[in-house]
């Protein structure tokens, strides 16, 4: 039985040079429709772009709980692959879980230029350390969300997503991947730019400063937002985050 995609969160290609390439790498229980605005700027600077969507994502959460972290990274990692193989150059734009793997996949490939929006190096759900013993009793936790990890009403109301309940045994696999960037961290030497907002009710506060103050890179940038949640691609401060990131990877 083939599963049908929502709305909106089909993954993205399109080859506009084979100079540069932008590969966007959504978060846990995201999907591609959160860069739409980004891939508009791609758009309008002659970019190429990638943006995937992961096994088990932008469809239902009973096929998410089907797959894996693995399958979620390798998606990511042969993207980047895919990409690299007709541009040559290929920047990663990723956001939250999307950012960890951004990490590791340019610790490997030596990307000139990453972009972590969102990153988290710990998550404040204290009920997410619990997932081994709730997947004994429940693979699906439900839990209503109203924001979405967007504050803007509208589109907040428009997001394309599972608002309704977090796979447990998929979150812990969410968990594995963040600990495991961190112990990555310390590799991490690309020219970075790391966006958080003062609002983002995922991770905490200091995320961003504790991902720059752990990498090696010479040349990095820290932005902090105002006005946004988790998803700041989508609120409020969208419009100021896609000209600071087309800026920075223009450079």
């Known amino acids: 039985m083939i599963t049908k995609i929502l709305p909106g969160a089909r993954s993205v290609l399109k080859y506009n040079n084979k100079m540069f390439g932008v590969l966007f790498l959504h978060g846990f229980m995201g999907n591609p429709s959160e860069f739409k605005y980004m891939i508009e700027r791609c758009e309008e600077e002659k970019f190429s772009y990638f943006a995937p969507r992961y096994p088990g994502h932008g469809t239902t959460i009973e096929d998410m709980i089907t797959t894996s972290g693995n399958d979620w990274y390798m998606c990511a990692r042969e993207a980047y692959i895919e990409m690299s193989s007709h541009c040559s150059k290929v920047y990663i734009v990723g956001h939250s879980m999307g ?28 009920r997410l350390n619990f997932t081994g013993a709730i ?8 839990i209503e969300s ?9 589109e907040s109301k428009k997001h394309v ?8 045994s998929q979150s812990g696999d969410l968990l594995k991947i963040i600990k495991n960037t961190e112990k990555n961290l310390h590799k991490f030497h690309s020219e970075v730019l790391i966006c958080q907002s003062e609002g983002d009710t995922t991770i905490p506060a200091n995320s961003s400063e504790y991902i720059f103050s752990n990498i090696i890179s010479i040349r990095k940038q820290k932005l902090n937002f105002q006005k946004s949640n988790h998803v700041i691609m989508l609120d409020y401060d969208r419009h100021e985050l896609a000209e600071r990131i087309f800026s920075f990877l223009k450079e």
Not at 135 to 142: A, E
Not at 161 to 168: D, E, L, Q, R, T
């Open 146 to 154: 109203s924001s979405n990890g967007i504050n803007e009403p509208e």
């Open 99 to 126: 950012a960890c793997f951004s990490v590791n996949i340019a610790n490997e490939f030596n990307t000139e230029k990453v972009v972590l929006i969102s990153m988290p190096h710990e998550l404040k759900d204290f």
């Open 135 to 142: 997947s004994k009793f429940s693979k699906i936790l439900q």
């Open 161 to 168: 997503g599972y608002h309704s309940g977090i796979p447990v």
